[in-house]
């Protein structure tokens, strides 16, 4: 994919600047994703960076990074972190080394049917200050999370129940998620989001999880992998908005607030346009030779077992992840769903 550095200027500031001259930006933020922008995500992620830019005419710029292009995805919060950059928009998955705790911000692998159930968690259900006290001790402020839906794992084999994952070698994103379908038989192999098209086309990988179905499609992973998951069952993976915390500390109430809204605006659009996107993207499988496979409500069942044990283990592993556990079962009882 190719890395792009995008600047975003609106029609209004610009005529202002050729008018009375261009309004100087108050609060300037250099954000990194790990999304290509011409993914869902990265499409509404520019409508985002507009958005801010609209709404506080002009007095917040925010310099936006796609693809990782400044740093490894894996190294967009450390560089958000350490003044590379000033706010971290990839996933916290990839901080897992840091604490397990991380791993119940981005993916909870098993615990959640839909995306509002986990962003009714952030923003009604306490999730936001569980967060925010585990990324404090990392100098960085959770803002916001985003998700589109469930996700669709693909594949150059067949994958029609846990009986096909045996020896399956596919991408995996760091974290609980490769413990899981290790212990189901399959080979996960943790590597880069940027890496996958080289890795299937060399057959390095048999298959990856990447993203929904919708966004696979996007990005031409069926062009090589012609079997996939769908309704997606594995992971509902949620993206980030955090940013170093004396910057955002800097930032003031006003500009802090059309940041949040717009963030908000971002989160309500990703879940509508994905399930729109992905309703399209089905349609396509049999004219583009993918073979769609819906598990029963039984192979369904044993990967949750697997989840469940995956949680119960993470959750002993620090205090942190404990408390994050905690948060998620208390919330998924007070909603009517169980976690056991």
Known sequence: ??????????????????????V?????????????????QGRLLQTFVDDVSVMSGGEIELEFFF???????????DAAATGILDCDMTNGSYQTGKNPAFQFVADTMGGYDTPIQYLAWV????????????????????????????ESLNST????????????????????????????????????????FTALETGIIDGADASTLAVNTSIGIYDIAKHTTFPGFHSMSSDQLACRTDIWNTVPDSHKRIIEVAHKKLMADYVMVTMIENGEALAKMPEMGVSVYNWSPEERAKFRAAAKAAWDDWGTRTPEAKAMVASHKEFLARIGLSSE
Request: charged share 20%; aromatic share 8%.
């Open 67 to 77: 693809s990782s292009a400044v740093v490894k995805s894996a190294e967009t919060f």
């Open 157 to 196: 084999r067949p994958l029609r129940s846990t009986e096909d994952l045996k020896e399956f070698k596919f991408r995996s994103p760091p974290g609980m998620e490769s413990e899981i379908f290790a212990a189901l038989g399959a080979k996960p192999i943790v590597m880069d989001f940027t890496e996958i």
């Open 24 to 40: 100087e930006a108050q609060t300037k933020l250099r954000v990194q994703s790990h999304q290509s922008p011409d993914t869902t």
């Open 123 to 150: 923003n009604f259900g306490g999730g936001r200050e569980a967060i925010n006290e585990l990324y404090a001790a990392h100098g960085m402020t959770f803002i916001g999370a985003h998700v589109g839906g469930q």
């Open 1 to 22: 994919m190719r890395n792009t550095k995008f600047k975003f200027m609106t029609a209004a500031a610009l005529a202002v600047g050729l008018t009375a001259g261009a």
